[in-house]
C-alpha cells in the first residue's frame, strides 16, 4: 500500500472506521483527534496527539507500518486507536500482530474516546472492520499496557470479544496530592524519619532551590540539566549505558516531547539544585489533573540527601498547594515506590483473534501455552513442529505412509 491513507467504512451502527498511515496519516486528523480529547471524561498523556508525533519523529521503526484508525458516528469523530506493525512469538512460531503503539519509554497505551465505550460497539466495530478489510494482513491485535480504567480496557470489559486472552502484566502506581501531613501519617516511622534526616541534610548545603521549568527557553535549560542529571549514575555507567543522552532516538524523542507538549503546557521538567549543582530531575508530562513522572536522575554522590526523594516530596507539597494537580502519577511499580505507600492501577494486555486459520492457531497456542510448557512440556515440540510443517506446505516422514514431497505435491 503506497497511499498516504486508506478509507473504508462500516455503516452498521452509523459508525464510520478510516485507517490512516504514518506521518501524514496523522497530521491529516489532527483536528479530529484534538476535538475527541477535549471531549475525553479522563484525558491521560498516553492519549495525546503530541505523544504520538514525538514518537513517529523519533522512535518509530522503519519496518514497523503504523495506522491511526479513526472512528466517527454520524460523521463526528468518537475515537482513534493508534496501531502499529509487528511480529508475535507463540510457543515458537512467528504470527502477523496489530498493536497498540507501545515502546519501553511509553509503557502505558491506549486508545482516545470521545465518551466512555459502556456497550463495547467501538471496540466490536473496529475488530470487525480489520476483519473485512484486505489491506492489512492480520493474526492478532494485542491491547497492550492497559490501564484498567482506560477506554479500551472499559470497552473489554463491556463487551467480551470472541477469542479474547487477557492477562494482568504490573502495576501502575500513584499518589494523591493531598497535604504531606496527611500523605506522610500513612508511612512507615522509619521512612518519616528518613526524609526529616534528609531534609535536614540539605539544608545545610548551600543556594539549596527547586525549580519547575515549563515554558521555552526555560524548559529547554532545564532539559539539558535533566539530561545530564539522569546520565550521570549508574544509567551512564560503562555497564549500563541506559541513560537517555547516550542514544540519539531517545535523545530526539524527550526533545521532541518537551516542543510538542510545551505550547499546550503540558510538559514540566522539576529540578532540585545545591552547592552550585543540579542534585535530581523530573521529567514529566502535566495532562488534566495529573502529572506523570515518566523519568527521574539523581546525582549518587548526594545520595545522602536523598535528592530523589526530596525532590518527589516537593512535587507533592507543590502540587497540593497549588489546587490543580490532583494525582502525581508514576507511571511504572518499582520497588522504591513502596516508601511511599502510593495507590495503583493494575495494567493489562489484552489479545484478540483473527478468524483465520493461523489466527485461530494462534488463540489455541496462547491459551494452552502456560498449561502446555508446565504441565505437558514434551507435548509442545511434536505439536509447534506439526504445525510448522502444515504452514510450510509439507507434512513431517512420522512413519504413517506420507513422505515430504508427497505431501508438498497433494498441498
Known amino acids: 500500500m503506497t497511499s498516504e491513507f486508506m478509507t473504508a467504512y462500516d455503516w452498521s451502527a452509523e459508525q464510520q472506521f478510516e485507517i490512516f498511515r504514518g506521518k501524514a496519516g496523522l497530521r ?47 460523521s463526528s469523530p468518537v475515537g482513534v486507536i493508534p496501531l502499529m506493525q509487528s511480529i508475535r512469538k507463540i510457543a515458537g512460531l512467528k504470527f502477523r500482530s496489530l498493536e497498540l503503539i507501545h515502546h519501553s519509554h511509553m509503557p502505558l497505551s491506549d486508545g482516545v474516546f470521545a465518551r466512555a465505550d459502556s456497550d463495547g460497539t467501538i471496540l466490536r466495530g473496529l475488530i470487525e472492520h480489520l476483519q473485512r478489510q484486505s489491506e492489512i494482513k492480520w493474526d492478532l491485535v494485542v491491547f497492550t499496557n492497559l490501564l484498567e480504567d482506560g477506554c479500551i480496557q472499559r470497552a473489554l470489559e463491556a463487551s467480551p470479544i470472541p477469542r479474547l486472552i487477557s492477562k494482568p502484566r504490573t502495576r501502575c502506581n500513584y499518589i494523591p496530592c493531598i497535604s504531606f501531613d496527611e500523605l506522610s501519617n500513612k508511612f512507615s516511622k522509619n521512612f518519616r524519619g ?100 515518566l523519568k527521574i536522575g539523581y546525582d549518587e554522590s548526594y545520595v545522602h540527601v536523598a535528592p530523589g526523594n526530596m525532590l518527589l516530596e516537593y512535587s507533592l507539597r507543590r502540587y497540593w498547594r497549588e489546587g490543580v494537580v490532583k494525582y502525581l502519577n508514576l507511571v511504572t511499580d518499582t520497588p522504591w515506590h513502596a516508601n511511599w505507600n502510593p495507590l495503583s492501577y493494575e495494567v493489562s494486555d489484552a489479545h484478540v483473534f483473527n478468524a483465520t486459520p493461523n489466527g485461530l492457531a494462534a488463540f489455541a497456542m496462547l491459551r494452552f501455552e502456560n498449561y502446555l510448557r508446565g504441565n505437558c512440556k514434551s507435548q509442545l515440540k511434536p505439536l509447534v513442529e506439526r504445525w510448522r510443517n502444515f504452514r510450510n506446505g509439507h507434512t513431517p516422514n512420522d512413519g504413517s505412509g506420507g513422505d515430504k514431497s508427497g505431501a508438498k505435491e497433494d498441498a
Open 28 to 74: 491529516s486528523i489532527r483536528e479530529d483527534w484534538n476535538r475527541i480529547t477535549r471531549a475525553s471524561d479522563r484525558l491521560r498523556f498516553f492519549q495525546c496527539y503530541e505523544l504520538y508525533e514525538s514518537y513517529l519523529d523519533a522512535l518509530a521503526e522503519a519496518h514497523s507500518p503504523v495506522f491511526f484508525v479513526l472512528v466517527r458516528q454520524r
Open 194 to 293: 528518613n526524609l526529616r534526616k534528609a531534609r535536614n541534610k540539605l539544608m545545610n548545603l548551600s543556594g539549596v532551590e527547586y525549580i519547575s521549568a515549563r515554558r521555552r527557553p526555560q524548559l529547554d535549560q532545564a532539559l539539558n540539566e535533566f539530561l545530564e542529571i539522569e546520565a550521570s549514575g549508574w544509567k551512564g555507567s560503562k555497564g549500563e549505558r541506559t541513560a537517555i543522552k547516550l542514544d540519539v532516538r531517545l535523545t530526539n524523542f524527550y526533545r521532541s516531547l518537551s516542543e510538542t507538549f510545551a505550547p499546550i503546557d503540558s510538559c514540566e521538567i522539576n529540578l532540585l539544585k545545591a552547592n552550585g549543582r543540579c542534585l535530581a530531575g523530573q521529567f514529566c508530562l502535566v495532562v488534566g489533573d495529573t502529572s506523570y513522572i
